[in-house]
């Protein structure tokens, strides 16, 4: 359960090696979060990660996870819920894909589109299910910008991100009023190790904002988070602005 001060005692992050979830773990945890769990594929990276959590006081568990496995999800992620109640749920992993490579290879547009959307669907149920019988938690969902309309840039993985974001919200609506509260977290473009090289997008932000959002919705029980804030009237006017314009944007 939560504490005293609504800071969670139990995380599970889904995308153990995420750099945002590693961020919000580590902010979490100098906050009295004590138990974290990191789903995700093994290997070094997720080992070290673990340990790097640990080194904070925390007691860290890893847990195999696969996006793609959705047929492993209840079993995997359903075990987790039976060691003890969880607090909150962060679906922190997705893959950004390469949108020249991609469009000319439809296996790996999929590839893309399952990890992000069905993968997340799938653990997203379960782990909705899990909380919903516990009666209280939160489950908040990484989504993106990219997802509020689809740029010539990136649309195979902007259309996955829209996909996932309705999803969450749709979820939400379902468990209002169950104890369950759902957030959606769209952040702007993340200088991070994945999005090295790339040209940044305006207002570009850091894991550790990211987090610190996450943190600063997780009191408010926010529904949508967009971070940096600003994003939020800037997306405003990309919806809606007529597609010949969209398209000569520098977005």
Known sequence: MKDAFGAPQSLLVLGGTSEIGLATARRLIARRTRTVWLAGRPSPALTAAADSLRALGADVHTVPFDALDTESHEERLGKIFTEGDIDMV???????????????DPVAA???AQTNYTGAVSAGLVCAGA????????????????????????????????????FAQGLGDALHGTGVHVM?????????RRTAGLAEGPLPTTPEAVASAIELGLRRRSETVWVPGALRMVMAAVRHAPRPLFRRLPV
């Not at 516990?134 to 829209?162: N, T």
């Open 184 to 192: 959606v977290v769209r952040p702007g473009f993340v200088r991070s």
């Open 110 to 112: 999929v590839r893309v």
């Open 90 to 104: 962060l679906l922190a992993f997705g893959v950004p894909g390469d949108q020249a490579r991609d469009e000319s």
């Open 131 to 166: 909380l919903q019988a516990q009666g209280h938690g939160s489950l908040v969902v990484l989504s993106s910008v990219a997802g509020e309309r689809a740029r010539r840039a990136d649309f195979i993985y902007g259309s996955s991100k829209a996909g996932l974001d309705a």
